[in-house]
């Protein structure tokens, strides 16, 4: 079957690699989406280690939909006897972009009375009772192309389940591993996030180094479904287990000058059980001294959205000047919407930037890249 793992712009790359890593055929890449071949394991497998996607879906099917009849005869063509039991509980949603149907409500009544119709043919009953599974059915168009799929995931995948305690205007889960994945950052190197916030890089570096699958904890709306076998959650779990590396060291440190961050990135990394794998401590960036050589920086710092005066916004650029022009084998990889940045850090041109999206936030991503080790 189809599948499709959404992703933040400007992160389809990276879950493309992920994918690609995990042994799917990818069929086509588009903007905040990748279609690859797969099966009912491989729903289970990218819903437990996908680390920077946004949700995994089953494609049903794609039409051309320039009325309510098209859209009607479309959906009703598919095979949901195949997925939805006769106690199944059916939710549709929708966007519509450049179509001539525009009006979402009336789209979703017409599409869950066309899969009702094609319910009754398998099930003999007039009347559907949706006390079961759940199924969110989303239909995307896009210039009169309907795109169906059913989404396998419920709460987004960046919802790992460790995040107790949280801080003002964190960072996803999901665009932080993604930020460590676009780093040279492995084993064997120092991690140091000087905003850690609540801890999310640094733990999200944790995870990585460890090879602690991202969803191993949580769980998801198609482990209700009767197609996929419950044993087979079961098998991906005890793999994803089995391949935690428990031997690796870590050095990864994260530091605030808000003490209830701190608390809260502990109380969090307890909650992962990496608390013994990660170093948080309540400090100043202008207090900050790093002497480990080729150390990698990553971070999420204030800007602007969190802290309204701009002189302080520039005592942190100054800090960070400051670290980084004390060893040039130290890396920065630093996202923010502050536009202004690379000449307010006055520091050497960034070796590369790419746009990101923390939130509904346009940002940059800036790598800053040291020295390499001999």
């Not at 191993?216 to 935690?244: D, Q």
């Not at 919407?337 to 690379?342: G, V």
Request: glycine share 6%; charged share 30%; with cysteine.
């Amino acid at each position: 079957m189809e599948l499709i793992a959404t992703a933040t712009f400007g992160l389809e790359a990276v879950v493309k690699r992920e994918l690609i890593d995990l042994g799917y055929t990818i069929l086509r890449s588009e903007d905040a989406k990748i279609t690859f071949e797969g099966d009912e394991e491989a729903i289970v497998r990218t819903n437990i280690w996908l680390r920077c996607a946004d949700r995994v879906f089953v494609k049903m099917g794609e039409f051309r939909a320039e009325t309510f009849t098209d859209l009607f005869e479309g959906v009703k063509s598919l095979p949901w006897e195949k997925w939805i039991p006769e106690d199944g509980r059916i939710i549709v949603n929708g966007t519509s972009v450049k179509s001539k149907l525009f009006s979402i409500s009336d789209c979703q009544k017409i599409m869950k009375k066309a899969i009702i119709e094609r319910l009754k043919a398998s099930y003999p009953r007039d009347y559907f009772p949706e006390t079961g599974p759940v199924y969110n059915i989303k239909m995307t168009l896009l210039k009169d192309v309907a795109t169906i799929t059913i989404d396998t995931s419920g709460s987004g995948l960046h919802k790992r389940g460790y995040r107790k305690a949280d801080v003002a205007a964190p960072i996803k889960e999901t665009l932080a591993a993604a930020m460590i994945k676009l780093s040279f950052w492995k084993p064997g190197r120092v991690l140091v996030d000087p905003f850690c916030g609540s801890g999310t890089i640094p733990i999200e570096a944790a995870m990585i180094g460890k090879n602690i699958a991202p969803g191993l904890s949580r769980s998801f709306i198609s482990e209700t479904w009767p197609r996929i076998e419950p044993s087979l959650w079961k098998k991906v779990r005890a793999e994803a287990f089995k391949a935690i590396d428990n031997d690796v060291k870590l050095e990864i440190y994260g530091y605030d000058i808000d003490p209830k961050a701190i608390s809260a990135a502990r109380v969090n990394a307890v909650e992962v059980g990496l608390s013994d794998e990660i170093s948080f401590r309540r400090a100043a960036a202008k207090d900050l001294e790093i002497e480990e050589k080729f150390s990698i920086i990553i971070t999420n710092p204030p800007y602007g959205e969190r802290i309204g005066e701009k002189d302080e916004i520039q005592k942190i650029y100054k800090d960070l000047n400051r670290i980084m022009s004390s060893d040039d084998t130290k890396s920065l990889y630093l996202i923010t919407a502050d536009k202004s940045f690379e000449k307010a850090m006055r520091f050497k041109k960034c070796d590369r930037r790419r746009k990101l999206y923390n939130g509904r936030i346009e940002t940059a991503y800036y790598q800053y890249y040291g020295r390499k080790p001999e």
